[in-house]
């Protein structure tokens, strides 16, 4: 039961260009989203996040868009820069856990070209 | 601040042995995870502690996967005995509370043979 969807194994783009990649949920009782940026050979780390109660938030050159109804997520990065490939990791939190467990996505993982 | 410490990096071990990886979250950081990631795939929470207390172990194969804290700060997990299907980087996290400030180690890789 994959709650979590990445649909897009990989994303190329060009130096500058604007990357966009996208998480589908099926999980009603998600009310918090975050994204994960991971490099090879290291752990996760934290990028941007999201609540339910809001349908964007934005750090900087990433941006994260959340369509409740379609039960999207997005990550937009501009302009992107070959610092930013890596691995992306779409997650979600239930407010049905008792704790702060997160369900991933598969990941996506992003090419730039310089 | 250091980061969340985890060893060995790597291990290979034959099925039906035992295995056990250790991790040092960062300094007062009440609440520590433990994930396993397999291959292709995204992270999956395999056990949760606040300070030294189980908060969520529903994910645990607990037939053969066991997970300790004690005294609240570094913990171990073991696998006992593996599986060819427990091939996987086995991440730790650790947050002040919780919240979802995760920090992540950079995991140790098993493979089982």
């Known amino acids: 039961d994959q709650q979590v969807k990445q649909n897009s194994p990989s994303l190329s783009v060009q130096e500058g260009r604007i990357s966009i990649l996208n998480c589908d949920y099926t999980n009603s009782m998600f009310d918090y989203f975050l994204w994960y940026k991971k490099y090879p050979a290291e752990g996760p780390t934290f990028l941007i996040s999201?609540?339910?109660?809001?349908d964007k938030n934005e750090d900087g050159r990433f941006t994260v868009f959340l369509n409740k109804s379609a039960k999207h997520l997005s990550l937009h990065i501009v302009p992107s820069q070959p610092g930013d490939s890596a691995v992306y990791f779409c997650?979600?939190?239930?407010?049905?856990?008792?704790?702060?467990?997160?369900?991933f996505g598969e990941g996506t993982q992003l090419t730039v070209n310089p | 601040e250091a980061g969340v410490a985890q060893s060995p990096r790597y291990k290979i071990i034959e099925k039906r042995q035992s295995v056990a990886f250790w991790c040092n979250p960062i300094s007062g950081h009440a609440t520590l995870y433990w994930y396993q990631q397999i291959l292709g795939q995204g992270p999956k929470l395999l056990i949760q502690?606040?300070?030294?207390?189980?908060?969520?172990d529903s994910q645990l194969p607990k037939d053969r996967f066991s997970a300790e804290r004690l005294k609240g700060v570094d913990s171990t997990l073991k696998i006992q005995p593996a599986k060819l299907e427990d091939s996987a980087v086995y991440l730790c996290?650790?947050?002040?509370?919780?919240?979802?400030?995760?920090?992540f180690g950079s995991g140790t890789r098993l493979t089982v043979v």
């Open positions: 996290a650790s947050s002040p509370d919780l919240n979802y400030g995760y920090t």
């Open positions: 999201i609540s339910s109660i809001k």
């Open positions: 502690f606040q300070n030294n207390g189980v908060v969520d």
């Open positions: 997650a979600a939190r239930s407010k049905e856990t008792s704790g702060s467990r997160l369900t």
